[in-house]
């Protein structure tokens, strides 16, 4: 038997570092999902601002296009109202 208490002949020992390095090996694991999730949020955030970004050129191009749209029918009603009245009505 060895004169070391620390040292334990019936496996204990070898159970022992067994454990440890698995433990290690989780929270190696652990850290890099951690780095991983990291990295995933950093992407995401930068997704989300270009989404927002372009949310908001379409909803300009929106309103360009709907003061267009509504713009032309008036001028053509005007004109046509100007027409019938130099026509019809001066």
């Not at 004169?3 to 390095?21: A, F, M, T």
């Not at 990291?38 to 929106?62: C, H, P, W, Y």
């Not at 713009?71 to 027409?83: D, N, Q």
Request: proline share 4%.
């Amino acid at each position: 038997m060895p004169d070391n208490p620390e040292k334990k002949p019936n496996g204990w020992d070898q159970y022992s570092r067994l454990v440890l390095s698995e433990l290690r090996q989780l929270n190696n694991g652990q850290d890099a999902i951690r780095n991983d999730m990291g990295n995933l949020r950093m992407q995401f955030l930068t997704d989300m601002g270009k989404v927002r970004t372009e949310i908001a050129l379409l909803k300009q191009s929106a309103t360009l296009r709907g003061l267009i749209a509504g713009t032309i029918p008036g001028v053509l009603a005007a004109f046509a109202a100007l027409l019938w009245y130099f026509t019809k009505g001066g």
